[in-house]
Structure formats: C-alpha cells, structure tokens
C-alpha cells in the first residue's frame, strides 16, 4: 500500500507563489510517472503537470512558463513550483502516482486546497 500525502497549499494573492509538495510512502513498489492534477468547484479533475521517472515534463497550456513541477526519487517526493498565481488557478490540488509493484497501480492524494485572491 502507497500513501500519498500533500502539503504546501493556502491563500495567496494573484501574482504571488506557493510550492506544493507530495510524498509518497510505504515499501516494496517503484514509482514511475507523478503528476498534479486540479479540480475547482463545478469543473472536471484536470491535468496540471506530469513528470517521468526519468525527468520528461508536460504541462497544461493554462500553467506553461509559470508553474515548474519537479522530484527527488530518493525521497519519492514531487513538487510543483506554482508562480505568477492567478484566481483561475484556485482549486484543490491533487497529486497521482503510478507505482509498480509487481503490478501497476494508480494512487492519489487526498487533495490540498490553493486559493488566489484577486
């Protein structure tokens, strides 16, 4: 079992900067692509940013140039770097991992909420 858990969301206001975070835990499994994804409130669960074990990135047109996602495979963390926040960012962020473990599974966090204010 892999636990994913979030940390780095809050209030800011539009132009600032937050850094979320997203650790996975737990034993035995191999994490091959992390990602964020966002949902804001009566919309769909989009994709922000990607990122392969290997380093390969994809973003979302709407965060291109102004957000940066990132990992530490020693630690099984990934970070998404968010600059230039605008009030169309706020949403609740969630991280997703694929992991191996003798199998693949897709595994998700629980959500951390970034809000920007005008």
């Known amino acids: 079992q892999v636990q994913l858990v979030e940390s780095g969301g809050g209030l800011v206001q539009a132009g600032g900067s937050l850094r979320l975070s997203c650790a996975a835990s737990g034993s035995g499994f191999v994490i091959n692509a992390m990602g964020w994804y966002r949902q804001a409130p009566g919309k769909q669960r989009e994709l922000v940013a990607a990122?392969?074990?290997?380093?390969?990135?994809n973003y979302a047109d709407s965060v291109k140039g102004r957000f940066t996602i990132s990992r530490d495979n020693s630690k099984n963390t990934v970070y998404l770097r968010m600059n230039s926040l605008k009030p169309e960012d706020t949403a609740n962020y969630y991280c997703?991992?694929?992991?191996?473990?003798?199998?693949?599974?897709?595994?998700w966090g629980q959500g951390t909420q970034v809000t920007v204010s005008p």
């Open positions: 997703r991992a694929e992991v191996y473990a003798g199998t693949s599974y897709t595994y």
């Open positions: 990122i392969t074990n290997g380093g390969s990135t």
